[in-house]
Every structure is written in C-alpha cells, then in structure tokens.
C-alpha cells in the first residue's frame, strides 16, 4: 500500500471543497483517497487556524519580538565586548 503525502496546499483545498461543496465528507475522503479521521484531524488544524487568525494572535509578531529581544541582547553584548577589548588592549601597553 502507497501511503500518499499531502502538500499543505492540497490540504487546504480539501477541506475548503469541503466547506463550500454540497459533497458528504464521506464522498470527499474518498475522492482524495484519504480517512475520514485524517480529514477531521486536517479541518481541526484548518478551523484552529482561522480561529487564531480572527482573534489577531499573530506568530509574526511573536517572532518580531523575539527578534527584537534578541537584537538588544546582541547589541548588550557587542558593547561589553568592546569594553572588554579596550580595557585588554590598555593592559598591554
């Protein structure tokens, strides 16, 4: 048996043909030759998804703080860098 992998974007376009068809979910597992419970699985990550889009939880602006916490460390640590570097170098003179 061929266990088929699904690209996100066939994922999203089965379930949205499910969303928008009249079409049984039984008749649409079985045109993409899929389970029924590997279809409930994708519709609960697609709607968790939505859900979490219209609530305005954006990852983008995790990751834009995160970066930005780690810009300021970066920035922290090349200044006592630099410190240490000058009080190293008026050592050896």
């Known amino acids: 048996m061929v266990v088929k992998t699904y690209t996100v974007e066939e994922k999203y376009n089965i379930i949205f043909e499910s969303l928008s068809t009249n079409q049984s979910i039984s008749e649409i597992c079985r045109k ?9 699985i994708w519709k ?7 859900r979490s889009g219209l609530e305005g939880k954006s ?3 995790l990751y834009e703080k995160e970066i930005s916490h780690l810009k300021s460390t970066i920035a922290d640590l090349a200044i006592a860098n630099d ?3 000058k009080i190293q170098q008026g050592r050896k003179r």
């Open 32 to 40: 993409y030759e899929i389970s029924p419970s590997t279809f409930q």
């Open 59 to 61: 990852k983008k602006s």
């Open 44 to 50: 609960e990550q697609f709607l968790t998804g939505a």
């Open 83 to 85: 410190t240490l570097k």
